[in-house]
């Protein structure tokens, strides 16, 4: 006769359920744990047009046919300053494939700016965000927030906080692009 659930002592029955349960709630960490979350596929991708350090003009539509990170900091931030490295290591190892990083300041002033860039030698080109819509567009609440979009122009995937761009799932990400 087939054992029952009601046949185990109620000790079995916890320890049973327990062992049931531990893949799901191992998977269910895993992905609160990750930082990336996926564009929601019926949301579109905003529009925008952000002054450049140079003074010039950029829009988004001028990256279709190459996949772009827009990374939003400020210098306030440390986490952002923290992944800065990583991330123009990442630009540089990936721009024979097309990828272009952006780094998105979030409303500070261009004297704030420069001193940032003069300061870490930042190289990444660098777009300012005056009034923050264009990080209200992408739903930008958490600094750094970095959005992927692909050689369509279809945002991709959000990372939010702090990631190591130099690490072998940055590389497996950005390869999706």
């Not at 988004?60 to 990583?86: H, I, K, Q, T, V």
């Not at 567009?137 to 970095?146: E, K, L």
Request: glycine residues 8%; charged residues 25%; proline residues 6%.
């Amino acid at each position: 006769m087939p054992a029952t659930a009601a046949s185990f002592s109620p000790t079995r029955r916890c320890a049973l359920l327990a062992a049931a349960c531990l893949p799901w709630l191992a998977a269910a960490r895993a992905a609160e744990a990750s930082p990336r979350r996926e564009w929601p596929r019926r949301r579109a991708t905003p529009a925008f047009e952000l002054a450049g350090m140079d003074g010039s003009a950029w829009r988004l539509a001028s990256a279709r046919g190459r996949p772009l990170l827009l990374n939003f900091w400020a210098s306030w931030c440390e986490p952002c300053r923290a992944e800065m490295p990583a991330l123009q290591q990442l630009a540089r190892e990936h721009a024979a494939g097309g990828l272009q990083v952006l780094a998105v300041n979030y409303r500070e002033t261009e004297g704030a700016v420069r001193r940032f860039i003069g300061a870490t030698g930042l190289e990444l080109p660098v777009l300012l965000d005056r009034e923050g819509a264009a990080a209200k567009a992408f739903g930008v609440r958490i600094f750094p927030s970095t959005i992927a979009i692909d050689r369509r122009g279809q945002a991709r995937f959000v990372v939010r906080g702090e990631f190591d761009w130099a690490s072998a799932q940055a590389a497996r990400w950005v390869g999706e692009l």
